[in-house]
């Protein structure tokens, strides 16, 4: 027979998937179904999970003591598999037992563990997890049959490889392979055998390095022409960057081979690197799927990405990169200084990454891995290399990869993501030459906030469909009480909406219920004591009560929102006003005090040309903690570029005018922004204005500001409220002389509004279509001024396949009065309601008249 489209579908499952009666009546399943669909299969599996963790402990440390308390440990865990199996493991299992005992007896008694014996040992537990599986698999289908893997994965010895690697991390060929492709049609239908082994000329046992057993998948797929290569694990598939870090990490529905490998090799620890190619050279799909939720889809792996998919499709980091940088004047026009630098690389065994040249530097990342050694000879070889230039080591700092294809053709695109790069230093860029990947390094400290920024750009704006999928908190089910769940609760009141539309205009509807549920969460933080609502985010008299009775205070911008407080709650305590404008007359200063409410002062100009109005009083400052978040650069309120808050030098100069005038520092005010997702981000502004008090002294509350991110929608994780309060509550702990305050806006009302208004007329311009509804910019500007994107939908028909790509756009004479851009949408008639998700910020109080058009009026629901 040639290599032809066998019939066999090889099946891996990990550890993990093998470790529990409950997955391995999982695995019965899917085998059942594979059969169903007339295919044969070859179950691969590896050692149950943590087995092979402690055989390797038993490789490295062989002289412990407890050597035999180990081989005991692996045996009751087989054991205790079996029974739950309903096998007699101790019966089935008895020689590899009695073979297992031996060999670490020998281990004990040298002392030392050889390659040969390491291998040997660690192969022990694939033989028996893999005698348990066969006898499990007999049992509940009655055709299973065990085959010894080293009979077919033949090692073969590579060129300048170590002894070692031969033995522990071997390789075999990846072609067609006539015996074992015959070997197994004999032993089929249903065939069971181990990952990670192999043998090699002289029949000795050896392993493919750990993690290995997905590569033996892959071997055994390409020697016998299998027709699909499914590696079943416990997670769903591969995504668009690390969900342990960025829970709203996308499900990749579909990749490349090459993408795959670029994903894998830049370590996503889902699939082996060295699996893909395998595959790859036979053209035979890889389904990474998971085990405990057999009904997901999971991620496929095939030839070409379609041109419908996305170009970048994940993002990857690469922590405590090393770089050198050699600095020379000499090099210019130079011939080869390249040569002899990199020499000295070499002579120090030390292997480069990404390189960087300009006229006079040459930038090298260390290979991340495979450098263990570099603090071990740093110094040696700083002075060898200096002998060519000026050498200097930069640590802590990590590598951020895109991922994808094409990359060159759409860096234009990334210009919103690299805002997040404004200010901090990016030590090296480079793209591959199979421009498959493009790399930066920058300061470790920022990755985190860097990369949920990038992820939130690059890919959760990206609304492509079949490449992207759902996101790990969906997938998982994991999103918490203590999240912003996004939930839409317009969905719920559907029915009531459209009835409020049936006789009205365009109207911004506010959900009472929805602003207490955000309310609770920021009051839920426990070291926060007293927080203010930013009352410019919407300043409806409802919406207003509703926090006054739920006990908020009242941030302030203007002298009008000072009064409109007093004007609704006459007996308001002035106190619980935090009046914070910002290049205000001098007059509005003047009222606030007058008034008795907080006044921050954010500039030093006020102290310097106004004292007289704050001589003797005390006032809040506001203070730049020099870096700025949020998420597009109108928003950011913090560094240089921004036009907000005392600068850190300038503190120097305060500190004479507080004294000089006898003012007194109440409190302490920052605010970086809006829209922050990183729950750390509080905590950082925290001890900036605490070590500010410190310098100033006498200060007794910090007030930290707002930017609490929300769930802009349904494929964003909501901020973690709960990482957010353990971190203060650290803050807290360490310095409990202060009142924290917060002063959220956005955050507590966006979720609760929702715009309404009604298609009123339809265009269709060759692949453009247009939706246009009764009002645009003149109600809602949050898109055309931020490039916002809100969730829209047609309220009238929810439920109708969205399979149209239009653009939803408003009456206004202006280009921009465009709602949403490219949305997959319900074909749509004149009349249908429109809804625009996330309006109760920033809505109706940035609304105008503009074009004579009057803006939506506002109601609220009880
Ligand atoms: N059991 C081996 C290991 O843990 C191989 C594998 O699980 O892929 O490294
Ligand atoms: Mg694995």
Same mark, same amino acid.
């Given at each position: 027979?040639?290599?032809?489209?066998?019939?066999?579908?090889?099946?891996?499952?990990?550890g993990?998937?093998?470790?529990?009666?409950?997955?391995?009546?999982?695995?019965?399943?899917?085998?059942?179904?594979?059969?169903?669909?007339?295919?044969?299969?070859?179950?691969?599996?590896?050692?149950? #999970?943590g087995v092979?963790?402690?055989?390797?402990?038993?490789?490295?440390?062989?002289?412990?003591?407890? /050597?035999?308390?180990?081989?005991?440990?692996?045996?009751?865990?087989?054991?205790?598999?079996?029974?739950?199996l309903?096998?007699?493991?101790?019966?089935l299992?008895?020689?590899?037992?009695?073979?297992?005992?031996?060999?670490?007896?020998?281990?004990?008694?040298?002392?030392?563990?050889?390659?040969?014996?390491?291998?040997?040992?660690l192969?022990?537990?694939?033989?028996?997890?893999?005698?348990?599986?066969?006898?499990?698999?007999?049992?509940?289908?009655?055709?299973?049959?065990?085959l010894?893997?080293r009979?077919?994965?033949?090692?073969?010895?590579?060129?300048?490889?170590?002894?070692?690697?031969?033995?522990?991390?071997?390789?075999?060929?990846?072609d =067609?392979?006539q015996?074992?492709?015959?070997?197994?049609?004999?032993?089929?239908?249903?065939?069971?055998?181990?990952?990670?082994?192999?043998?090699?000329?002289e029949?000795?046992?050896?392993?493919?390095?750990?993690?290995?057993?997905?590569?033996?998948?892959a =071997?055994?797929?390409?020697?016998?022409?299998?027709?699909?290569?499914?590696?079943?694990?416990?997670?769903?598939?591969?995504?668009?960057?690390?969900?342990?870090?960025?829970?709203?990490?996308?499900?990749?529905?579909?990749?490349?081979?090459?993408?795959?490998?670029?994903?894998a090799?830049?370590?996503?620890?889902?699939?082996?690197?060295?699996?893909?190619?395998?595959?790859?050279?036979?053209?035979?799909?890889?389904?990474?799927?998971?085990?405990?939720?057999?009904?997901?889809?999971?991620?496929?792996?095939?030839?070409?990405?379609?041109?419908?998919?996305a170009?970048?499709?994940?993002?990857?980091?690469?922590?405590?990169?090393?770089?050198?940088?050699?600095?020379?004047l000499?090099?210019?026009?130079e011939?080869?200084?390249?040569?002899?630098?990199?020499?000295?690389?070499?002579?120090?065994?030390?292997?480069?990454?990404?390189?960087s040249?300009?006229?006079?530097?040459?930038?090298?990342?260390?290979?991340?891995?495979?450098?263990?050694?570099?603090?071990?000879?740093?110094?040696?070889?700083?002075?060898? /290399?200096?002998?060519?230039?000026?050498?200097?080591?930069?640590?802590?700092?990590?590598?951020? #990869?895109?991922?994808g294809?094409?990359?060159?053709?759409i860096?234009?695109?990334?210009?919103?993501?690299?805002?997040?790069?404004?200010?901090?230093?990016?030590?090296?860029?480079?793209?591959?030459?199979?421009?498959?990947?493009f790399?930066?390094?920058?300061?470790?400290?920022?990755?985190?906030?860097?990369?949920?920024?990038?992820?939130?750009?690059?890919?959760?704006?990206?609304?492509?469909?079949?490449?992207?999928?759902?996101?790990?908190?969906?997938l998982?089910?994991?999103?918490?009480?203590?999240?912003?769940?996004?939930?839409?609760?317009?969905?719920?009141?559907?029915?009531? /909406?459209?009835?409020?539309?049936?006789?009205?205009?365009?109207?911004?509807?506010?959900?009472?219920?929805?602003?207490?549920?955000?309310?609770?969460?920021?009051?839920?933080i426990?070291?926060?004591?007293?927080?203010?609502?930013?009352?410019?985010?919407?300043?409806?008299?409802?919406?207003?009560?509703?926090?006054?009775?739920?006990?908020?205070?009242?941030?302030?911008?203007?002298?009008?929102?000072?009064?409109?407080v007093?004007?609704?709650?006459?007996?308001?305590?002035?106190?619980?006003?935090?009046?914070?404008p910002?290049?205000?007359?001098?007059?509005?200063?003047?009222?606030?005090?007058?008034?008795?409410?907080?006044?921050?002062?954010?500039?030093?100009?006020?102290?310097?040309?106004?004292?007289?109005?704050?001589?003797?009083?005390?006032?809040?400052?506001?203070i730049?903690?020099?870096?700025?978040?949020?998420?597009?650069e109108?928003?950011?309120?913090?560094?240089?570029?921004?036009?907000?808050?005392?600068?850190?030098?300038?503190?120097?100069?305060?500190?004479?005018?507080?004294?000089?005038?006898?003012?007194q520092?109440?409190?302490?005010?920052?605010?970086?922004?809006?829209?922050?997702?990183?729950?750390?981000?509080w905590?950082?502004?925290?001890?900036?204005?605490?070590?500010?008090?410190?310098?100033?002294?006498?200060?007794?509350?910090?007030?930290?500001?707002?930017?609490?991110?929300?769930?802009?929608n349904?494929?964003?994780?909501?901020?973690?409220?709960?990482?957010v309060?353990?971190?203060?509550?650290?803050?807290?702990?360490?310095?409990?002389?202060?009142d924290?305050?917060?002063?959220?806006?956005r955050?507590?009302?966006?979720?609760?509004g929702?715009?309404?208004?009604?298609?009123?007329?339809?265009?269709?311009?060759?692949?453009?279509?247009?939706?246009?509804?009764e009002?645009?910019?003149?109600?809602?500007?949050?898109?055309? /001024?931020?490039?916002?994107?809100?969730?829209?939908?047609?309220?009238?028909?929810?439920?109708h396949?969205?399979?149209?790509?239009?653009?939803?756009?408003?009456?206004?004479?202006?280009?921009g009065?465009k709602?949403?851009?490219?949305?997959?949408?319900?074909?749509?008639?004149?009349?249908?309601?429109?809804?625009?998700?996330n309006?109760?910020?920033?809505?109706?109080?940035?609304?105008?008249?503009?074009?004579?058009?009057?803006?939506?009026?506002?109601?609220v629901?009880?």
């Amino acid at each position: 027979m040639s290599e032809e489209r066998s019939g066999w579908v090889v099946l891996k499952f990990g550890g993990t998937s093998v470790s529990t009666l409950e997955n391995w009546q999982k695995i019965v399943s899917v085998v059942r179904k594979r059969r169903e669909e007339g295919f044969k299969v070859c179950l691969v599996h590896s050692a149950l #999970s943590g087995v092979s963790n402690i055989l390797q402990d038993i490789v490295e440390q062989p002289d412990e003591n407890d /050597l035999m308390q180990k081989v005991e440990q692996v045996k009751q865990k087989h054991i205790d598999l079996g029974k739950t199996l309903g096998i007699d493991t101790v019966d089935l299992l008895a020689n590899d037992f009695e073979e297992l005992g031996h060999i670490v007896k020998g281990i004990e008694l040298i002392g030392e563990a050889g390659y040969r014996v390491h291998a040997r040992l660690l192969a022990m537990g694939e033989l028996m997890a893999t005698k348990l599986g066969t006898a499990y698999l007999q049992k509940e289908l009655d055709e299973a049959l065990w085959l010894d893997a080293r009979n077919y994965i033949k090692t073969i010895i590579r060129k300048n490889t170590t002894e070692r690697s031969q033995i522990i991390s071997a390789v075999s060929t990846t072609d =067609y392979d006539q015996n074992t492709a015959d070997a197994l049609d004999k032993a089929g239908p249903v065939i069971v055998t181990q990952g990670f082994i192999g043998s090699d000329s002289e029949d000795k046992t050896v392993v493919l390095g750990r993690g290995g057993s997905d590569v033996s998948a892959a =071997y055994f797929a390409a020697k016998i022409g299998a027709e699909r290569l499914e590696i079943w694990t416990d997670v769903p598939g591969m995504f668009s960057v690390n969900p342990h870090a960025v829970p709203s990490a996308r499900l990749l529905n579909h990749l490349s081979y090459e993408e795959a490998q670029e994903i894998a090799t830049n370590g996503a620890h889902v699939l082996h690197p060295r699996s893909i190619m395998p595959a790859r050279k036979h053209q035979i799909p890889i389904h990474v799927r998971c085990t405990q939720k057999p009904e997901l889809s999971g991620t496929v792996i095939s030839a070409e990405a379609s041109e419908d998919e996305a170009l970048v499709k994940a993002i990857a980091v690469r922590s405590d990169v090393i770089l050198v940088s050699m600095e020379s004047l000499g090099m210019w026009q130079e011939v080869g200084f390249l040569a002899d630098a990199f020499d000295v690389f070499k002579h120090f065994g030390l292997s480069i990454d990404l390189v960087s040249t300009s006229q006079s530097n040459v930038t090298v990342s260390l290979d991340p891995g495979l450098n263990d050694h570099f603090q071990d000879i740093r110094d040696e070889f700083v002075e060898d /290399l200096r002998r060519y230039c000026a050498v200097e080591v930069i640590e802590d700092v990590s590598a951020v #990869s895109l991922l994808g294809r094409r990359i060159r053709t759409i860096l234009h695109q990334l210009g919103s993501a690299f805002e997040a790069f404004q200010e901090h230093q990016v030590y090296l860029v480079s793209q591959a030459a199979n421009d498959l990947n493009f790399t930066f390094v920058v300061e470790s400290e920022q990755v985190d906030r860097l990369v949920r920024k990038l992820h939130e750009q690059v890919i959760l704006q990206s609304g492509n469909q079949k490449s992207f999928g759902p996101t790990w908190s969906q997938l998982m089910n994991e999103e918490s009480e203590s999240k912003d769940d996004g939930e839409a609760w317009w969905k719920d009141k559907r029915g009531e /909406l459209l009835t409020l539309m049936e006789g009205n205009g365009s109207m911004y509807i506010y959900d009472t219920d929805t602003v207490k549920r955000y309310a609770e969460l920021i009051q839920n933080i426990d070291a926060v004591s007293f927080g203010l609502y930013a009352m410019k985010a919407n300043a409806n008299t409802d919406i207003l009560k509703t926090f006054h009775e739920l006990g908020f205070g009242f941030e302030c911008v203007s002298i009008g929102e000072v009064e409109k407080v007093f004007e609704l709650f006459p007996d308001f305590d002035p106190q619980k006003i935090l009046f914070t404008p910002n290049f205000a007359p001098k007059s509005e200063y003047e009222k606030g005090m007058e008034l008795g409410v907080n006044v921050t002062l954010d500039n030093i100009y006020p102290l310097q040309k106004w004292p007289k109005i704050f001589k003797d009083k005390e006032v809040f400052l506001r203070i730049d903690p020099g870096h700025g978040g949020g998420h597009h650069e109108h928003v950011k309120t913090g560094g240089v570029q921004s036009k907000f808050g005392i600068p850190r030098f300038e503190i120097p100069e305060l500190k004479e005018l507080i004294a000089t005038h006898n003012i007194q520092v109440k409190g302490l005010h920052a605010h970086i922004g809006s829209g922050i997702k990183d729950p750390q981000s509080w905590k950082d502004v925290a001890v900036i204005l605490h070590n500010v008090a410190e310098d100033l002294g006498g200060v007794d509350i910090l007030d930290l500001g707002g930017g609490f991110g929300i769930r802009e929608n349904e494929t964003q994780a909501g901020l973690d409220m709960k990482s957010v309060n353990e971190s203060l509550n650290q803050f807290k702990e360490a310095h409990p002389q202060y009142d924290l305050w917060v002063e959220p806006g956005r955050f507590l009302v966006a979720t609760a509004g929702v715009l309404l208004s009604k298609v009123t007329q339809l265009k269709g311009k060759g692949e453009m279509q247009y939706v246009g509804i009764e009002t645009g910019m003149n109600s809602f500007i949050r898109p055309a /001024l931020y490039g916002a994107r809100h969730t829209i939908v047609n309220l009238s028909k929810l439920d109708h396949p969205a399979n149209q790509t239009v653009n939803i756009v408003g009456p206004i004479c202006e280009s921009g009065d465009k709602l949403g851009i490219d949305r997959l949408f319900p074909s749509s008639e004149e009349g249908d309601v429109i809804l625009v998700a996330n309006t109760g910020a920033y809505g109706k109080v940035m609304s105008s008249n503009y074009n004579l058009r009057a803006p939506a009026e506002e109601y609220v629901l009880n």
